[in-house]
């Protein structure tokens, strides 16, 4: 079964506006950590925020926010005021414990484009 | 955070051939992580890599074909052995660097882009 889920595969949003990136994710651990990850067409991956599963308020970091909704094991990330620059692949990811060892198991990703 | 490069940053390569792919971080780590992401497709894990220890290799990965060395806490590689086709992908090297504690932010290097003809 899938453990993280991106709905979208492709978005676009005017330059300026907010945007929202959807992901939910499955585990029955207590603690869990979510990821977001921007990959430019470079193929780096560049951390943009981070949830814990304790963490009461929802993270932000400058334009990038996390809406975690626990309950319905969401973590859409909203950004704001789009930049061309913002144009790229997104990754929703979790942190689990399996066997003993933490991984990162990552959804299939949403391609954002930024219109100027 | 922890600055992190790769090398090669790609490369394309004769099938059959193997690939040797170094990964270096600025500070001193525990977990050095290797991720495989084949084209239009999203990463995997490949193994986690711990100083003195083993590697340990997730399911569908394994030591003879992706043998991995890690000889001290900033440095790891990971070898493409016996390439195919198939094994055209971005390599990523990644790892736990977090400033609230371990668990909160995981780094991942530039890549390594492979091309196996």
């Known amino acids: 079964a899938q453990k993280i889920t991106q709905t979208q595969p492709g978005m676009f949003v005017q330059e300026k506006e907010a945007v929202t990136l959807d992901c939910t994710y499955d585990?029955?651990?207590?603690?869990?950590?979510l990821f977001w990850y921007k990959q430019p067409s470079s193929g780096e991956m560049i951390f943009l925020i981070y949830?814990?599963?304790?963490?009461?308020q929802n993270a932000t970091e400058g334009r990038y926010s996390l809406n975690f909704q626990k309950a319905r094991k969401s973590a859409n990330l909203v950004i704001s005021a789009s930049q061309l620059g913002d144009s790229a692949m997104y990754f929703c990811a979790m942190r689990e414990n399996q066997g003993g060892s933490e991984k990162l198991v990552f959804g299939k990703g949403t391609k954002l484009t930024v219109n100027p | 955070s922890a600055v992190i490069s790769q090398k090669p940053s790609r490369d394309i390569c004769q099938r059959g051939t193997s690939l040797t792919i170094q990964c270096q971080v600025d500070?001193?780590?525990?977990?050095m992580f290797w991720y495989r992401q084949q084209p239009g497709q999203s990463l995997t894990l490949i193994a986690t890599a711990n100083q003195g220890s083993e590697a340990t290799y997730e399911s569908g990965f394994v030591i003879d074909k992706f043998p991995i060395s890690r000889p001290n806490l900033t440095f790891s590689t990971l070898t493409v052995s016996n390439m195919s086709p198939e094994d055209s992908s971005i390599y990523l090297c990644?790892?736990?660097?977090?400033?609230?504690?371990?668990?909160?932010?995981?780094?991942f290097g530039p890549g390594t882009r492979l091309t196996v003809l």
């Open positions: 949830q814990g599963s304790y963490d009461e």
């Open positions: 500070s001193q780590v525990t977990m």
């Open positions: 990644s790892v736990d660097a977090g400033d609230r504690g371990w668990t909160d932010t995981q780094y």
């Open positions: 585990t029955s651990d207590q603690s869990y950590g």
